[in-house]
């Protein structure tokens, strides 16, 4: 009964965050300096036609009119027209939003993938050449800047030695695929430095818990006690982790979709922060937040899945 309350009230517990956010991106929205009517229209424009143009947007209204308006949007499921591109900002986001999923969830599979086998080299063979080395690679990965590291990937692996494209995102799904590597691993390195150093310390504390002993003194296999009861339960705090990371993770895209020049959600909100397009900054980072929300309320149901110790 518990865990159906739990699955019943706790997204509504996060209602109340999605709405900070929302009041949060309007009002910086509104604090960055200039005029969207005036870089729309370009210097030259006439008070009538910037007067126009704010009328159509609800610009010449005042700020809570105008935060009322788009919060009536959000619920029903709108997010208004784009000032920049004159269509509506949820189709805009739409055409968008494939690379940055891609991106993000090949990013997410790349770091996991690195993560598990890298902790359990380190944890397995503590204080050995293989846990030294596994260390300094965590601590470079976190000392170095996605956009450099981002650059070198290009140099390196584009230009001299030529096995993947520059930037882009390609045409077919192999194409796209090709073009994805490089920055999902980019992504990956950074994200596997942290998440690593978490697996590795919760891995070595449940290699010396009570139960793994008493495993050991019955005669049971190291292996069989590593893969069926240390790995599974050293998890749990690697999955909060990561879960709290993916609003990294998503913010990251903004970064490495502008040195990829990869045309997604990224992309868009540089630009539309640019071009004082306020529709659009305000539904990318909602759908930023949402994503953000979303992954957290997941981990959360799967930790309590995974571990029944975990108190509702």
Request: aromatic share 8%.
């Amino acid at each position: 009964m518990h865990r159906y309350r739990f699955l019943l009230f706790r997204p509504l517990q996060l209602l109340p965050v999605l709405l900070g956010i929302s009041i949060i991106t309007f009002a910086m929205v509104r604090a960055i300096p200039g005029d969207p009517a005036r870089i729309l229209l370009g210097v030259r424009s006439t008070p009538a036609a910037l007067a126009r143009i704010r009328a159509q947007f609800g610009l010449d209204e005042p700020l809570w009119v105008q935060y009322g308006y788009f919060l009536r949007n959000l619920l029903q499921g709108e997010l208004g027209k784009s000032i920049v591109y004159r269509v509506d900002t949820l189709k805009l986001i739409n055409s968008r939003l494939e690379p940055t999923l891609w991106l993000v969830l090949g990013s997410m599979l790349l770091a996991v993938a690195l993560t598990v086998p890298l902790a359990s080299v380190a944890a397995r063979q503590r204080g050995r050449a293989a846990d030294q080395l596994i260390r300094l690679f965590t601590t470079a990965g976190l000392g170095f800047p996605a956009f450099w590291l981002g650059i070198m990937m290009i140099i390196i692996f584009s230009v001299v030695l030529g096995w993947f494209p520059v930037s882009g995102y390609g045409s077919d799904f192999a194409d796209q695929l090709h073009h994805m590597v490089l920055p999902c691993l980019t992504v990956a390195l950074a994200l596997s430095a942290v998440l690593t150093r978490n697996l590795r310390a919760s891995l070595l504390m449940e290699m010396s818990s009570d139960y793994v002993v008493a495993a050991r003194a019955r005669g049971q296999r190291e292996n069989r006690i590593f893969w069926r009861h240390v790995l599974p339960n050293s998890l749990v705090p690697t999955l909060n982790l990561l879960a709290v990371n993916i609003g990294w993770l998503i913010g990251s895209t903004v970064v490495i979709e502008s040195v990829f020049a990869i045309p997604g959600l990224g992309q868009l909100l540089v630009k539309a922060i640019f071009s004082r397009d306020y529709m659009v900054v305000q539904g990318v980072v909602m759908v930023f937040a949402l994503a953000t929300v979303a992954v957290n309320l997941l981990a959360d149901v799967l930790t309590v899945a995974l571990d029944p110790r975990v108190k509702l």
